[in-house]
């Protein structure tokens, strides 16, 4: 596995990769993989033959008083998951790397999408992450990036990016991987304490009380939500932001909701903020 810290050397290792004929795959990561990040380079490998990861905490997509001091790190960790796994690449830039002239002058800016949902709450989060997104795209110039469904609006989001821009990126995406208790795996589980840890527990059952309620025949979009928030109204420690059935091109609430229609929540659960969703599907 090769590891580079250095734009230059990384531009050097995925020319050579490119005059063998491969097929380079992206999955840019903030690090302290867990099996949902694994995942994804497994699906990278299914449509790649060159599987590149990043790892950088990207400090433009967090907000002031936002976690990035608390984020979790542990690289050495990350780098022996990667090699287990067959990553062809690592790219772990510093912040000058990433950003050698400080913070850039021109952002991207992600438009009414971002408007809703996680963007609602997190004011210029977006434009940070499709800022370091478009640079990623930049610095790698892949032929697939893979991402996870769990960052739902990301995904739409960086895929509006990628049509608009014309990227030539083609995204995928991989499906959330869940705890034993249906927890969506994420960075952020570490930092939930230990009576926290079985609440999380409760947006899994949330979004599977939607799911039973669709499969029973429900179909209004209200009444679905209805039933979601009735499920997180018994786990008092999560404290929510939104709950709601989206249109997964609009991300706007569905008046009826159809396959395909997504269930999205954020809440809080302690001082950790956790998101999840679930596609419903028949
Ligand atoms: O999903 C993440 O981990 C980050 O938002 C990403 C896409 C790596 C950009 O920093």
Do not use: W
């Amino acid at each position: 596995m090769i590891l580079s810290t250095h734009r230059d050397h990384l531009s050097r290792a995925l020319d050579s990769a490119r005059s063998r004929g491969f097929r380079v795959g992206l999955v840019p990561t903030m690090g302290f993989l867990h099996e949902g990040h694994l995942s994804l380079v497994d699906q990278a490998r299914k449509e790649s033959d060159f599987v590149a990861v990043s790892i950088f905490v990207n400090p433009l997509q967090f907000g002031p008083g936002e976690d990035l001091d608390r984020y979790p790190r542990d690289l050495q960790r990350d780098l022996s998951l990667l090699r287990s796994r067959g990553a062809d690449l690592v790219f772990c830039p510093s912040d000058g790397e990433m950003y050698p002239d400080g913070e850039p002058q021109v952002t991207v800016d992600p438009g009414p999408l971002a408007e809703r949902l996680c963007g609602a709450y997190r004011p210029g989060h977006f434009a940070g992450v499709l800022t370091v997104v478009a640079r990623l795209f930049g610095l790698f110039r892949p032929d697939v990036a893979v991402f996870g469904q769990k960052d739902i609006q990301q995904a739409v989001l960086i895929r509006q990016m990628v049509e608009d821009l014309e990227m030539g990126v083609e995204i995928a995406l991989g499906p959330i991987v869940r705890e034993a208790d249906g927890l969506a795996m994420s960075s952020r589980n570490v930092l939930l304490s230990e009576e926290e840890r079985p609440e999380a527990a409760g947006l899994f059952e949330g979004l599977q009380s939607v799911l039973r309620a669709f499969l029973g025949g429900e179909r209004e979009g209200a009444a679905l939500r209805r039933i979601l928030l009735d499920e997180l109204g018994n786990h008092p420690l999560l404290n929510l932001q939104y709950a709601e059935v989206v249109s997964p091109e609009t991300l706007e609430p569905v008046g009826a909701a159809s396959s395909g229609s997504v269930v999205v929540l954020a809440a809080y659960c302690g001082p950790t903020r956790l998101i999840d969703n679930h596609i419903l599907t028949r």
